[in-house]
């Protein structure tokens, strides 16, 4: 995509973390935004960070993105206020505390799949018919380390960025010679909340969660997002984010059969508990 001013980007996620970065460095890029999140109050601030110019145009829905309707209501929506869609950033996304997959309720696996498969799913469905009838769309599908390799004590996470590349890489064969782009990104550990909003958390483990987990975050969501719009501008397919996500990557293709004992003599005694 040569610009993203003027563009209307709809992005999932938007209240905090790499959702709220990739908005700011749009509005900062002159594009118009249709911001989604449950947590408004978080819209709320993203919108007032984001201080854009007078004739932007900003949109807050709180939209649960693990519900079609929700979803195809929202995308009636946005085209309402802005007539327009030209990127979509499926970015929403949770993910549980560390545990192996016999400690994971069927609820909590369930709530996982839902947001971050069923939630992807949801925004291509609602949005892709509206991208195709523009001169150039991108669609950005937000992955994860855990959607290249299947990483010990993330089995639920796991399986729902696996799914997401799946979709997205699919995506990218059948719409080839068209007007719109796909790119999946898989972000080793990025410094966001999403271990401090972990459902499967009491409200007292929620502060010692997040430090646990930041501490081995590598990266920050503004860089983050600054490589995800590189990536958008250069019509890249795939973006493997991190220093740790690229090496954790490589030593999957040089050790496949060992891979797994690898993981589980690193993660098996180190997982944050809670």
């Known amino acids: 995509m040569k610009t993203f001013n003027t563009k209307t980007a709809v992005i999932t996620g938007a209240g905090s973390g790499l959702g709220r970065a990739l908005a700011l460095q749009l509005a900062a890029a002159g594009a118009h935004l249709a911001l989604c999140d449950l ?25 649960d993105v693990s519900s079609r309707p929700q979803m195809l209501q929202f995308a009636q929506d946005v085209l309402a206020q802005h007539g327009q869609v030209d ?18 309720s069927d609820e909590h696996f369930e709530r996982v799949i839902n947001i971050n498969q069923w939630g992807v799913y949801n925004g291509v469905r609602a ?3 509206h991208l195709r009838t523009r001169p150039e769309a991108a669609i950005v599908n937000i ?17 729902s960025k696996f799914a997401v590349r799946g979709l997205s890489e699919t995506l990218q064969s059948e719409l080839v010679g ?35 987990f930041t501490k081995f975050a590598l990266q920050g969501a503004d ?52």
């Open 39 to 63: 947590n408004l109050p978080g819209l709320e601030e993203t919108r007032t960070l984001a201080a854009a110019s007078p004739d932007q145009r900003i949109s807050l829905h709180q939209v």
């Open 87 to 104: 990127l979509l950033f499926n970015n929403a996304g949770i993910s549980l505390t560390p545990a192996v997959f016999d400690d994971i």
């Open 127 to 129: 949005f892709l018919p």
């Open 143 to 159: 992955s994860s380390l855990a959607g290249l390799v299947g990483l010990y004590g993330y089995s639920a996470y796991a399986m």
């Open 178 to 212: 068209t007007n719109v782009s796909v790119l999946v990104v898989h972000p080793g550990g990025v410094k966001t909340n999403i271990i401090k909003n972990a459902p499967d958390l009491q409200e007292t483990q929620r502060e010692a969660a997040h430090q646990a």
């Open 223 to 274: 860089d983050a997002a600054r490589q995800i719009l590189r990536a958008v501008h250069k019509k890249q397919n795939r973006l493997i984010l991190g220093a740790d996500a690229k090496i954790v990557n490589a030593i999957r293709q040089l050790f496949p059969n060992r891979f797994p004992r690898i993981l589980h003599a690193i993660f098996s005694k180190s997982m944050f508990k809670g």
